[in-house]
Nanobody, 123 residues
Framework: QVQLVESGGGLVQAGGSLRLSCAAS????????MGWFRQAPGKEREFVAA?????YYADSVKGRFTISRDNARNTLLLQMNSLKPEDTAVYYC???????????????????WGPGTQVTVSS
């Protein structure tokens, strides 16, 4: 079991930056693959980025977002630069013990989720 809580969301203008954090507690953080997903109003939840010993990104955020983890602080980070209005969504942190590339990008392989944090990008 692992508990996840996101922070760092907010309102930002297009072209701006935000850094999301996800604090994890419970079982050993290092054993988990960690991911970020997002859900915009009226849309399905979608993959954003994931990290184990390698990082994967959705094409829509590649080159703009950077996922990282601080294992000493049990924290997952998402640095978001060059934000666009279409990045507006609730962002969720998630954890899984799966390590394959296909599974790391799939929403249904993550059993542990945070409550989410709202990111709004104005044009």
């Amino acid at each position: 079991q692992v508990q996840l809580v996101e922070s760092g969301g907010g309102l930002v203008q297009a072209g701006g930056s935000l850094r999301l954090s996800c604090a994890a507690s419970g079982r050993t953080f290092t054993r988990f693959t960690m991911g970020w997903f997002r859900q915009a109003p009226g849309k399905e939840r979608e993959f954003v980025a994931a990290i184990s010993w390698i990082a994967y990104y959705a094409d829509s955020v590649k080159g703009r977002f950077t996922i990282s983890r601080d294992n000493a602080r049990n924290t997952l980070l998402l640095q978001m630069n060059s934000l666009k209005p279409e990045d507006t969504a609730v962002y969720y942190c998630a954890a899984t013990t799966t390590y394959t590339a296909a599974a790391m990008t799939a929403l249904q392989t993550y059993p542990y989720w945070g409550p989410g944090t709202q990111v709004t990008v104005s044009s």
